[in-house]
């Protein structure tokens, strides 16, 4: 399979778990699904829930709009080394964030480690340059 293949099932598979990612958060937003159960379970209040979802909405949105750009589904001006070092910081984010995930308080976010791995290792694939391939345009 060619590297633009592969770049392209990496964007959308990231998309998509994006998306469901969005939703989540959402969901505990308007208190579908407690809150205990995210942030390590250190969440105390009401008001922590809703600034650290919102902020969390708004990161992983921008971050499905960063994707957009660099496979050139949204037209824009940005040069593809900044969106790349933008997507290294979501990255090294994402490494982070797993580390912190295996120490979290409830089972069910040690978990999330699993997902965060493997969003670090799709900007990866989508980030990485092949020296055959020199274009990201989704196909």
């Known amino acids: 399979m060619n590297t633009v293949k592969v770049k392209n099932i990496a964007f959308r598979l990231l998309t998509a778990l994006l ?3 969005v939703l989540f958060h959402l969901c505990l937003l308007v208190k579908l699904i407690p809150y205990s159960i995210a942030w390590g379970g250190r969440l105390e209040n009401d008001t922590q829930m809703y600034v650290f979802e919102t902020i969390s909405i708004l990161i992983n949105v921008f971050l499905i709009i960063v994707l957009f750009l660099k496979m050139k589904i949204i ?8 969106l790349n070092n933008i997507l290294w ?5 994402f490494l982070l964030n797993t580390i912190g995930n295996l120490f979290a308080k409830t089972n069910f976010e040690k978990y999330f480690s699993i ?4 969003f670090a290792l799709l900007i990866w694939i989508v980030v990485k340059r092949d020296k055959r391939d020199n274009t990201n345009e989704i196909q």
Request: aromatic share 16%.
């Open 19 to 21: 998306t469901v990612v």
């Open 75 to 82: 037209n824009h001006r940005f040069s593809d080394k900044f």
């Open 89 to 93: 910081v979501f990255l090294t984010i």
């Open 115 to 118: 997902l965060t791995l493997v």
